[in-house]
C-alpha cells in the first residue's frame, strides 16, 4: 500500500492569485495522478505526472494553467495558476498499484 | 476512452431499507473496482472484482461483475448510517490508469 501526504488541505486564495499543492508518498512510484472532484462527484483527472518527463494533460487542461513538477519518484506537485472561482474545486493527487491510494484531497476556494 | 456509468447519482433511503448500484459500459475491463470516500478524505478501495460473474462478499455489501465483464453492480443489505457516502466505481482501461464512474452520493437515515 501507499500512503499520501497532501497539502494544504484547504485553501482560500484570491482571485489572479496561485496556489501550489504538494504530495508525498511513502514509496517510489513511477506515474502519479492529478484529481479535480467538486464536492459529492466523480473525479476527473487533470494530468498524469511521470519523474523526468513533462506531465500528460487530459483535454480541457493545459501546462500554463495547472503546472506540474515531479522532481523525484516520490513528490509532487500541482499549482492552479492566475485562479478564478471555477478553480473552486476539491483537488487529488493518487497512485496506482493494482489499487488507486490517494492523499486527503485540498479543498480549494477561490474569492 | 472507455466509459463507466454509475447510477444512480443520488440516493437518500432509511435505514433498514436495501439499495443497489450500477455500473455499466458498452466495453470489457480487465477488472472493476469500488470505493467509497467520506467527506475530507480520498476514495478508499472497498473490492476488486477480476472474474467474469464474479461476486464479492463484504459484510452487507456484495458486489458482482458480470459475465461479459461489462458491467457491475454493489448491493447493500439492511443499510445503516454508516454506510453514508460517495460510492465510485472505477474500471481497468489498462495497467496505468482507471476510468471512473459518475458517482453514487448516498444517505442513509436514522
Known amino acids: 500500500s501507499a500512503v499520501i501526504s497532501q497539502k494544504p488541505s484547504r485553501d482560500i486564495c484570491q482571485r489572479g492569485t496561485s496556489l501550489t499543492i504538494q504530495c508525498q508518498v511513502d514509496?517510489?512510484?513511477?506515474?502519479m495522478f492529478w484529481y479535480r472532484q467538486q464536492p459529492g462527484q466523480s473525479l476527473t483527472l487533470i494530468a498524469t505526472?511521470?519523474?523526468?518527463?513533462?506531465?500528460?494533460?487530459e483535454s480541457g487542461f493545459v501546462i500554463d494553467k495547472f503546472p506540474i513538477s515531479r522532481p523525484n519518484l516520490t513528490f509532487s506537485t500541482l499549482t492552479v495558476s492566475n485562479m478564478s472561482p471555477e478553480d473552486s474545486s476539491i483537488y487529488l493527487c493518487?497512485?496506482?498499484?493494482?489499487?488507486?491510494?490517494f492523499g486527503q484531497g485540498t479543498r480549494l476556494t477561490v474569492v | 476512452t472507455q466509459l463507466l456509468e454509475q447510477s444512480p447519482q443520488f440516493l437518500s433511503i432509511q435505514e433498514g431499507e436495501n439499495l443497489t448500484v450500477y455500473c455499466n459500459s458498452s466495453s470489457v475491463f480487465s477488472s472493476l473496482q469500488w470505493y467509497r470516500q467520506e467527506p475530507g478524505e480520498g476514495p478508499v478501495l472497498l473490492v476488486t472484482v477480476v472474474t467474469g460473474g464474479e461476486v464479492k462478499k463484504l459484510k452487507r455489501l456484495t458486489f458482482q461483475f458480470g459475465d461479459a465483464r461489462k458491467d457491475s453492480s454493489l448491493h447493500i443489505t439492511a443499510a445503516q448510517p454508516g454506510d453514508t457516502g460517495l460510492y465510485l466505481c472505477?474500471?481497468?482501461?489498462?495497467?496505468?490508469?482507471?476510468?471512473w464512474g459518475a458517482g453514487t452520493k448516498l444517505i442513509i437515515k436514522p
Open positions: 493518487s497512485v496506482l498499484e493494482a489499487e488507486a491510494f
Open positions: 505526472a511521470n519523474q523526468g518527463s513533462e506531465a500528460t494533460y
Open positions: 514509496s517510489q512510484v513511477t506515474m
Open positions: 472505477a474500471g481497468d482501461e489498462s495497467n496505468y490508469q482507471l476510468i
